[in-house]
Protein backbone atom coordinates (compact mmCIF):
# COMPACT_ATOMS: atom_id res chain seq x y z
CA UNK A 1 0.00 0.00 0.00
CA UNK A 2 0.79 3.52 -0.26
CA UNK A 3 1.97 5.16 3.09
CA UNK A 4 3.75 8.63 3.97
CA UNK A 5 6.68 7.78 6.28
CA UNK A 6 8.34 9.90 9.06
CA UNK A 7 11.85 8.37 9.36
CA UNK A 8 13.54 11.53 11.31
CA UNK A 9 12.33 15.02 13.28
CA UNK A 10 11.83 18.27 10.97
CA UNK A 11 10.28 20.90 8.33
CA UNK A 12 7.10 19.07 6.81
CA UNK A 13 10.10 18.02 3.98
CA UNK A 14 10.69 15.02 6.30
CA UNK A 15 6.98 13.42 5.68
CA UNK A 16 8.17 11.25 2.64
CA UNK A 17 5.41 9.09 0.72
CA UNK A 18 6.79 5.37 0.04
CA UNK A 19 5.20 1.73 0.41
CA UNK A 20 4.31 0.08 3.51
CA UNK A 21 3.27 -3.78 3.94
CA UNK A 22 -0.65 -3.80 3.79
CA UNK A 23 -1.17 -4.41 8.20
CA UNK A 24 -3.38 -7.05 9.04
CA UNK A 25 -5.95 -6.51 11.83
CA UNK A 26 -5.14 -8.67 15.00
CA UNK A 27 -7.61 -10.16 17.66
CA UNK A 28 -10.37 -7.35 18.52
CA UNK A 29 -9.36 -5.27 15.73
CA UNK A 30 -10.67 -4.13 11.80
CA UNK A 31 -8.92 -3.19 8.73
CA UNK A 32 -10.39 0.04 6.98
CA UNK A 33 -9.71 1.03 3.44
CA UNK A 34 -8.97 4.26 4.27
CA UNK A 35 -10.32 7.36 2.20
CA UNK A 36 -9.42 10.26 4.24
CA UNK A 37 -6.67 11.01 6.90
CA UNK A 38 -7.27 14.06 9.32
CA UNK A 39 -4.44 16.38 9.74
CA UNK A 40 -4.09 18.15 13.57
CA UNK A 41 -1.78 21.33 14.45
CA UNK A 42 -0.93 18.71 17.16
CA UNK A 43 0.48 16.53 14.41
CA UNK A 44 2.89 19.15 12.80
CA UNK A 45 4.61 19.89 16.11
CA UNK A 46 5.16 16.32 16.44
CA UNK A 47 6.36 15.98 12.98
CA UNK A 48 9.07 18.67 14.42
CA UNK A 49 9.71 17.12 17.43
CA UNK A 50 8.04 18.64 19.65
CA UNK A 51 5.92 17.29 22.38
CA UNK A 52 4.08 13.95 21.67
CA UNK A 53 1.55 11.90 23.74
CA UNK A 54 3.06 8.95 22.95
CA UNK A 55 6.96 8.05 22.76
CA UNK A 56 7.43 7.30 18.96
CA UNK A 57 9.77 4.88 17.77
CA UNK A 58 10.76 6.08 13.97
CA UNK A 59 10.53 5.31 11.31
CA UNK A 60 6.76 5.62 11.73
CA UNK A 61 3.49 6.47 9.23
CA UNK A 62 1.92 9.53 11.19
CA UNK A 63 -1.60 10.15 11.57
CA UNK A 64 -4.40 9.69 14.29
CA UNK A 65 -7.61 10.10 12.64
CA UNK A 66 -9.05 8.46 9.77
CA UNK A 67 -12.49 7.53 7.51
CA UNK A 68 -13.35 4.78 5.21
CA UNK A 69 -14.54 1.49 4.98
CA UNK A 70 -14.09 -1.75 7.30
CA UNK A 71 -12.80 -4.88 4.47
CA UNK A 72 -11.78 -7.12 7.43
CA UNK A 73 -11.67 -8.54 11.01
CA UNK A 74 -9.81 -10.04 13.22
CA UNK A 75 -10.48 -12.84 15.73
CA UNK A 76 -12.89 -11.80 18.17
CA UNK A 77 -14.85 -9.22 16.04
CA UNK A 78 -18.36 -10.40 14.21
CA UNK A 79 -18.95 -9.86 10.36
CA UNK A 80 -21.17 -7.38 10.84
CA UNK A 81 -18.62 -4.70 10.40
CA UNK A 82 -17.67 -5.32 6.85
CA UNK A 83 -18.66 -3.01 4.96
CA UNK A 84 -19.64 -0.07 7.16
CA UNK A 85 -18.78 3.40 7.02
CA UNK A 86 -16.43 4.09 10.06
CA UNK A 87 -13.90 7.14 11.34
CA UNK A 88 -11.92 6.48 14.33
CA UNK A 89 -7.98 7.20 16.03
CA UNK A 90 -5.76 4.96 15.42
CA UNK A 91 -4.02 5.40 18.61
CA UNK A 92 -1.37 7.84 16.83
CA UNK A 93 0.31 6.02 14.73
CA UNK A 94 -0.68 4.45 11.00
CA UNK A 95 -3.15 7.30 9.99
CA UNK A 96 -1.23 8.58 6.56
CA UNK A 97 -1.95 5.18 4.97
CA UNK A 98 -4.26 3.64 2.38
CA UNK A 99 -5.09 1.05 4.86
CA UNK A 100 -5.35 1.21 8.80
CA UNK A 101 -6.00 -1.73 11.51
CA UNK A 102 -7.26 -0.26 14.34
CA UNK A 103 -9.48 -2.08 17.36
CA UNK A 104 -12.83 -2.18 16.64
CA UNK A 105 -14.04 -0.55 20.13
CA UNK A 106 -12.79 2.84 18.95
CA UNK A 107 -14.71 2.72 15.71
CA UNK A 108 -17.74 5.24 15.21
CA UNK A 109 -20.09 4.52 12.63
CA UNK A 110 -21.04 7.33 10.31
CA UNK A 111 -24.17 8.16 10.75
CA UNK A 112 -26.87 8.09 7.32
CA UNK A 113 -26.99 11.48 5.41
CA UNK A 114 -23.41 12.49 6.20
CA UNK A 115 -20.70 12.72 3.98
CA UNK A 116 -17.28 10.63 5.06
CA UNK A 117 -15.03 13.46 4.75
CA UNK A 118 -17.41 15.29 7.24
CA UNK A 119 -17.42 12.41 9.61
CA UNK A 120 -13.35 12.74 9.64
CA UNK A 121 -13.38 16.82 9.77
CA UNK A 122 -16.01 16.20 12.54
CA UNK A 123 -14.32 13.61 15.01
CA UNK A 124 -11.59 15.43 16.56
CA UNK A 125 -12.53 18.90 16.07
CA UNK A 126 -16.16 17.69 17.06
CA UNK A 127 -15.54 16.35 20.21
CA UNK A 128 -12.97 18.97 21.47
CA UNK A 129 -15.42 21.96 20.46
CA UNK A 130 -18.39 19.65 22.13
CA UNK A 131 -16.38 19.17 25.28
CA UNK A 132 -15.07 22.95 25.68
CA UNK A 133 -19.07 24.25 25.56
CA UNK A 134 -20.41 21.58 28.01
CA UNK A 135 -17.58 22.65 30.42
CA UNK A 136 -17.94 25.99 30.11
CA UNK A 137 -21.41 26.18 29.66
CA UNK A 138 -22.45 29.44 27.91
CA UNK A 139 -25.79 30.53 28.33
CA UNK A 140 -28.30 32.31 26.55
CA UNK A 141 -27.34 36.13 26.39
CA UNK A 142 -23.75 35.71 27.45
CA UNK A 143 -20.86 36.80 25.56
CA UNK A 144 -18.65 34.05 24.33
CA UNK A 145 -15.25 34.85 22.82
CA UNK A 146 -14.14 32.49 20.36
CA UNK A 147 -10.30 32.30 19.88
CA UNK A 148 -8.90 31.03 16.07
CA UNK A 149 -12.34 31.26 15.20
CA UNK A 150 -11.76 30.02 11.89
CA UNK A 151 -9.82 26.77 12.39
CA UNK A 152 -11.01 23.19 12.51
CA UNK A 153 -12.34 23.44 16.28
CA UNK A 154 -12.84 27.07 16.19
CA UNK A 155 -14.98 27.17 13.40
CA UNK A 156 -17.15 24.22 15.33
CA UNK A 157 -17.29 26.39 18.45
CA UNK A 158 -18.54 29.46 16.98
CA UNK A 159 -21.69 27.60 15.59
CA UNK A 160 -21.87 25.77 19.21
CA UNK A 161 -21.69 28.53 21.06
CA UNK A 162 -24.08 30.54 18.65
CA UNK A 163 -26.72 27.13 18.89
CA UNK A 164 -26.26 28.04 22.81
CA UNK A 165 -28.06 31.22 22.50
CA UNK A 166 -24.71 32.97 23.06
CA UNK A 167 -23.36 36.04 21.43
CA UNK A 168 -20.27 34.91 19.79
CA UNK A 169 -16.94 36.88 19.60
CA UNK A 170 -15.07 35.61 17.07
CA UNK A 171 -11.19 36.71 17.16
CA UNK A 172 -8.84 35.62 14.21
CA UNK A 173 -6.27 36.35 11.70
CA UNK A 174 -6.71 38.42 8.57
CA UNK A 175 -9.40 40.02 7.10
CA UNK A 176 -9.88 36.35 5.28
CA UNK A 177 -10.43 34.65 8.35
CA UNK A 178 -12.56 37.29 10.01
CA UNK A 179 -14.42 36.88 6.95
CA UNK A 180 -14.99 32.88 7.94
CA UNK A 181 -16.06 33.37 10.99
CA UNK A 182 -18.57 36.02 10.51
CA UNK A 183 -20.44 33.95 7.40
CA UNK A 184 -20.32 31.04 10.31
CA UNK A 185 -22.61 33.07 12.10
CA UNK A 186 -20.16 35.26 14.58
CA UNK A 187 -22.25 38.51 16.36
CA UNK A 188 -18.79 40.05 16.07
CA UNK A 189 -14.83 39.52 14.25
CA UNK A 190 -12.16 40.74 15.86
CA UNK A 191 -8.73 40.70 14.24
CA UNK A 192 -6.35 39.64 16.81
CA UNK A 193 -2.60 40.51 14.74
CA UNK A 194 -3.52 43.78 14.97
CA UNK A 195 -2.37 45.87 18.03
CA UNK A 196 -4.42 46.61 20.80
CA UNK A 197 -7.33 44.07 19.19
CA UNK A 198 -9.15 43.78 22.59
CA UNK A 199 -9.48 47.05 22.97
CA UNK A 200 -12.67 48.23 22.07
CA UNK A 201 -14.32 44.36 22.85
CA UNK A 202 -16.80 44.83 25.41
CA UNK A 203 -16.31 42.30 28.32
CA UNK A 204 -17.37 38.67 27.73
CA UNK A 205 -18.48 35.99 29.99
CA UNK A 206 -16.29 33.11 28.91
CA UNK A 207 -13.11 32.48 26.83
CA UNK A 208 -12.66 29.62 24.36
CA UNK A 209 -9.00 29.88 24.27
CA UNK A 210 -7.14 27.81 21.23
CA UNK A 211 -4.01 29.81 20.97
CA UNK A 212 -2.52 30.68 24.13
CA UNK A 213 0.07 33.37 24.43
CA UNK A 214 -0.50 36.77 24.75
CA UNK A 215 -3.89 36.59 23.06
CA UNK A 216 -5.15 34.03 25.44
CA UNK A 217 -4.09 36.31 28.17
CA UNK A 218 -5.73 39.42 25.93
CA UNK A 219 -8.70 37.67 26.27
CA UNK A 220 -8.38 36.88 29.74
CA UNK A 221 -8.35 40.58 30.52
CA UNK A 222 -11.87 40.77 29.23
CA UNK A 223 -13.71 38.85 31.37
CA UNK A 224 -15.37 40.09 34.14
CA UNK A 225 -16.62 38.41 38.02
CA UNK A 226 -18.41 35.08 37.22
CA UNK A 227 -16.24 34.87 33.77
CA UNK A 228 -15.03 31.42 32.73
CA UNK A 229 -12.18 30.81 30.20
CA UNK A 230 -11.04 27.07 29.17
CA UNK A 231 -7.99 26.29 27.05
CA UNK A 232 -7.72 23.59 24.16
CA UNK A 233 -4.97 24.63 22.43
CA UNK A 234 -1.61 26.42 21.89
CA UNK A 235 -1.66 27.58 18.30
CA UNK A 236 1.01 30.22 19.67
CA UNK A 237 2.93 27.92 20.61
CA UNK A 238 3.07 28.39 25.03
CA UNK A 239 -0.53 27.99 27.04
CA UNK A 240 -1.76 31.17 28.54
CA UNK A 241 0.46 30.88 31.97
CA UNK A 242 -2.51 32.25 33.79
CA UNK A 243 -2.63 31.45 37.78
CA UNK A 244 -5.40 30.22 39.80
CA UNK A 245 -4.48 33.25 41.85
CA UNK A 246 -5.14 35.85 39.20
CA UNK A 247 -8.70 34.04 38.11
CA UNK A 248 -9.85 34.16 41.50
CA UNK A 249 -8.93 37.91 42.58
CA UNK A 250 -10.81 38.60 39.32
CA UNK A 251 -13.93 36.43 40.66
CA UNK A 252 -12.98 34.23 37.09
CA UNK A 253 -12.80 29.93 36.97
CA UNK A 254 -10.19 29.04 34.94
CA UNK A 255 -12.26 25.10 33.84
CA UNK A 256 -10.62 22.59 33.53
CA UNK A 257 -11.78 20.12 30.47
CA UNK A 258 -11.16 16.52 32.36
CA UNK A 259 -11.79 13.92 29.27
CA UNK A 260 -12.54 10.74 30.33
CA UNK A 261 -13.10 7.42 27.61
CA UNK A 262 -16.66 7.68 28.04
CA UNK A 263 -17.25 11.35 27.87
CA UNK A 264 -14.92 11.61 24.90
CA UNK A 265 -17.15 8.76 23.25
CA UNK A 266 -20.36 10.66 24.19
CA UNK A 267 -18.99 13.91 22.88
CA UNK A 268 -18.12 12.58 19.32
CA UNK A 269 -20.91 10.87 19.15
CA UNK A 270 -23.06 14.06 19.74
CA UNK A 271 -21.12 15.95 17.46
CA UNK A 272 -21.33 13.63 14.43
CA UNK A 273 -25.37 13.39 15.20
CA UNK A 274 -25.44 17.00 15.27
CA UNK A 275 -23.58 16.76 11.64
CA UNK A 276 -25.66 14.47 10.42
CA UNK A 277 -28.92 16.27 11.67
CA UNK A 278 -27.22 19.46 9.35
CA UNK A 279 -26.81 21.66 13.15
CA UNK A 280 -23.43 21.31 12.97
CA UNK A 281 -21.19 22.19 9.70
CA UNK A 282 -17.61 21.00 9.65
CA UNK A 283 -15.20 23.64 7.46
CA UNK A 284 -13.19 21.66 5.26
CA UNK A 285 -10.44 24.66 3.89
CA UNK A 286 -8.11 22.29 2.59
CA UNK A 287 -7.43 18.96 0.60
CA UNK A 288 -4.20 17.52 -0.60
CA UNK A 289 -4.04 13.95 -2.11
CA UNK A 290 -2.00 11.43 0.27
CA UNK A 291 2.11 12.01 -1.33
CA UNK A 292 1.83 15.81 -0.45
CA UNK A 293 1.17 15.28 3.39
CA UNK A 294 4.23 17.61 3.47
CA UNK A 295 2.29 20.50 1.76
CA UNK A 296 -0.57 19.82 3.84
CA UNK A 297 1.52 20.27 7.09
CA UNK A 298 3.39 23.24 5.70
CA UNK A 299 0.05 25.36 5.23
CA UNK A 300 -1.04 24.27 8.50
CA UNK A 301 2.26 25.91 10.37
CA UNK A 302 2.01 29.30 7.11
CA UNK A 303 -0.84 29.78 9.36
CA UNK A 304 -3.28 30.24 5.82
CA UNK A 305 -5.16 27.08 6.31
CA UNK A 306 -8.75 27.83 7.54
CA UNK A 307 -10.97 24.73 8.87
CA UNK A 308 -9.54 21.22 8.56
CA UNK A 309 -7.00 20.16 6.94
CA UNK A 310 -7.42 16.64 5.38
CA UNK A 311 -5.63 14.55 3.37
CA UNK A 312 -7.62 12.50 0.32
CA UNK A 313 -6.30 8.98 0.12
CA UNK A 314 -8.83 7.25 -2.52
Not at 28 to 40: H, K
Not at 61 to 90: D, M, Y
Not at 161 to 177: E, F, I, L, Y
Amino acid sequence: MRAVWLKEFGGPEVLVPGDAPDPVPGPGQVLIDVAYANITFVETQFRSGGPAPFTPELPMIPGNGVGGVVVAAGEGVGPGLLGRRVVTSTGGSGGYAERAAVDAAGLFAVPDGLALDDAVAILADGRTATMMIRATAPRPGERVLVEAAAGGVGSLLVQLAAAAGATVVAAAGGSRKTGVARDLGADEVVDYTVVGWADGIAPVDVVLDGVGGDIARAAFGLLGPGGRMVSFGLASGEWAGIGEEAAAARGVTLVQARPTPALMRECTESALAEAAAGRLRPLIGQRFPLDRAADAHAAIESRASVGKTLLEVR
